[in-house]
């Protein structure tokens, strides 16, 4: 198969040059070795052929000039014993190609380019370039660097791997690998080699093929990228529509997990275990299928039943009762046979397939491990990410999803009226639990966490769910663990105005973080094990160390431009926001000279610190929509809002 698209490649043809190793006659001289001629099944064909490359070579020529695309260059890995003049001209005086030849020796690589020219001038093709390259058998990888300098274009690469000791087609893989890394519309034509026992040109694409598959299942199962896998098998013929399938709903998770939309990716999760059950299933069926028509056909083949797995009626019954459609009833012999032959057309597994289907079980066992607990396989789908370095989707995963386990690990319960509200409802003010939950300072009996209640200008979340006190010392550490994250993945996605949050720096202080140090990988990926590890083993709440890195947090002072702590202050009973100026001044004393906050933390400070309330009716806003949607649509001149990651961020001039 030739290259046929708009821009030009160069077609090339690449071998290891093999030596020739004249043979003494009956007379006792040294002559050539015989001329044999090779068949090529594929092509209907016979080439000649001396010395090992040439009948190869010959057949990769004719096919690439049959498809219309004709060999520009030769390129072989050749020893200097290939330049070497060592045989005498005597000796081939006799072909056509070297009737002319006036030296007194040549040298194998003249032999060679000088039969393959002869070829191409009988079929009429201009003759390639030929083009050595240094090649040592006894150190053939020091001839990688001169094919990867050489191969840095734009090629469709013929492979012959006749030539060379055995591990000259190690080298040849190797190219292969390189020349797909260079550019990926690099491409490898046909692969052949000369049998000498069968006289046979054999091709190899579907061997070296392979190892593509495998690294393309290596790809999905340690970094999640299944588009090397579904280019493989959605280029080739006689694939199962299981497979198929399989690929798909890989390409469904690798997507969303590189695009972190990960709101189901559960449900993508499962899909792909699904289907790899499915392969499975299939090609097991197929496999089955396939022995017992086999098996039929040798005993139709042997009556006598001396060389047969099992006899005609036996084979016969198997297949009826595996349900495979084939009419074995009120046939003749010979009708009976077509109809199994082409059952077992219809059964036969492609080598691509038979090499995935023996890899699944590894597959199963590098994915997210499958489970009946919803909530342990987001768990499972972190931890996964984690250990194929994919700590971004890791952290998303947590951030969305993790609130949403731990409601359904009894955490948290949900009120009657959560219960009936839309589904679609639910999820949202589920992912969203751990961002809701206030830090207290938890001495003196008040709590450490709490939903902040004020229905006036948003969601009130102590609707929708309690704490349940049995899990409420666990849930501490947990919440911890949740706010330290969540900054963190902000930071990751330069989100900074989150970085200072009260949350955020109380939960540095509590689990011994430093809010303004470099991330590491390595210590990120054990913090996100930490986080996990304390939902399923309680980790005891030190309620002193609690109230010390709540008052460290509050203490905190803030940076210029970013979303501020606040220090307590005494105050008189609770007053309420009566107009735009009192509204415009809090917002200046609150941010520190910034002009956007996040609004839940600026309302709660307005409450505790300067014991304000804010309330729509005092500020005369539409009491049917949140509060900064109510202030924008009044005062667009001097608010506007905008929400990022869950939270509401309130701007003003």
């Known amino acids: 198969m030739f290259y046929s698209g708009q821009t030009m490649k160069t077609n090339v043809v690449l071998c290891v040059l093999n030596r020739i190793f004249p043979v003494k006659n009956e007379a006792g001289a040294y002559e050539l070795p015989k001329e044999e001629r ?43 014993k290939c330049f070497e003049k060592s045989m005498p001209a005597s000796m081939v005086k006799h072909l056509a190609a070297f009737k002319d030849f006036d030296e007194d020796s040549i040298s194998v690589e003249e032999f ?4 393959i020219a002869e070829f191409c001038e009988e079929l009429g093709m201009k003759a390639p370039a030929f083009n050595p390259l240094p090649y040592n058998p006894s150190r053939p990888a020091d001839s990688i660097p001169s094919l990867n300098e050489y191969l840095d274009g734009q090629y469709e690469v013929c492979i012959d791997i006749t030539g060379g000791r055995r591990d000259a087609v190690i080298l040849q893989a190797l190219a292969i690998q390189l020349l ?22 054999v091709r190899q694409n579907t061997t070296f093929d392979l190892i593509d598959l495998i690294n393309s299942i290596d790809s999905f199962t340690r970094y999640g990228r299944a588009d090397q896998l579904c280019s493989f098998f959605k280029s080739r013929k006689f694939i199962s529509n299981e497979t198929l399938m399989l690929c798909e709903k890989m390409e469904d998770f690798s997507n969303a997990l590189s695009l972190c939309q990960v709101a189901d990716i559960d449900v993508k999760t499962k899909a792909v275990q699904a289907a790899m059950r499915d392969v499975d299933r299939a090609l097991c069926t197929k496999s089955q299928n396939y022995r017992l028509i086999s098996a039929a056909l040798d005993a139709l083949d042997d009556p006598s039943g001396w060389t047969c797995e099992m006899s005609l009626p036996e084979a016969l019954n198997e297949i009826r009762r595996s349900n495979i459609p084939v009419n074995l009833d009120e046939t003749t012999p010979e009708q009976t046979k077509r109809g199994l032959e082409q059952a077992r057309l219809d059964n036969t597994i492609v080598r691509s397939e038979l090499l995935l289907h023996s890899l699944i079980p590894t597959m199963q066992r590098k994915f997210i491990p499958e489970t009946e607990d919803d909530s342990r ?18 952290l998303c995963i947590y951030r969305e999803r993790i609130s949403e386990c731990l409601l359904h690990m009894g955490f948290f319960a949900p009120t009657q009226h959560f219960s009936s509200i839309n589904e679609s409802r639910k999820m949202g003010l589920a992912s969203d639990i751990g961002l809701k939950c206030q830090i207290g300072d938890g001495a003196h009996g008040r709590g450490g966490l709490y939903f902040f209640r004020n229905p006036d200008y948003g969601e009130d979340y102590n609707d929708y769910f309690s704490f349940v006190p049995e899990k409420l010392n666990q849930l501490h550490t947990i919440m911890a663990w949740y706010k330290y994250l969540h900054g963190t993945r902000n930071k990751i996605m330069h989100v900074d105005t989150a970085q200072e949050g009260l949350g955020y720096v109380f939960a540095c202080n509590y689990l011994g973080k430093t809010p303004d140090s470099a991330l590491s990988v390595k210590e990120l990926k054990s913090d996100i094990i930490d986080a996990l590890s304390c939902i399923k083993t309680a980790v005891a709440l030190d309620q002193g160390k609690w109230a ?7 203490g905190r002072q803030p940076r210029t431009g970013a979303t501020t702590v606040y220090k307590t202050s005494e105050g008189s009973e609770t007053d309420t926001v009566s107009s735009i100026i009192e509204l415009q001044m809090l917002l200046l004393k609150f ?24 309330s729509k009716r005092g500020l005369g806003l539409n009491p049917s929509v949140p509060f900064c949607k109510g202030l924008s649509e009044k005062h667009g001149n001097k608010f506007s809002f905008r929400q990022a990651d869950g939270i509401t961020y309130l701007r003003f001039s």
Not at 591 to 614: H, M, P, S, T, Y
Request: proline share 1%; glycine share 6%; hydrophobic share 40%.
């Open 38 to 80: 090779y068949f090529s099944a594929s092509q209907n064909l016979a080439f000649a052929g001396i010395q090992a490359n040439e009948a190869p070579v010959k057949s990769l020529m004719r096919e690439a000039h049959d498809n219309g695309h004709d060999i520009n260059e030769v390129i072989y890995l050749c020893s200097n």
């Open 112 to 115: 060679f380019i000088g039969r």
């Open 180 to 201: 797909k890394m260079q550019s990926s519309s690099n491409t490898t034509g046909s692969i052949v080699y000369a049998s000498f026992d069968d006289k046979a040109i």
């Open 377 to 394: 396989l987001i768990i499972n789908s972190i931890i996964w990410c984690v250990n194929h370095q994919m700590i971004q989707q890791a």
């Open 548 to 554: 010390s890195a709540y008052g460290q947090a509050k």
């Open 591 to 614: 941010a520190g000279g910034a002009r956007e906050v996040n609004f839940d933390e600026f309302n709660l400070w307005c409450n505790q610190v300067e014991k304000k309330q804010l």
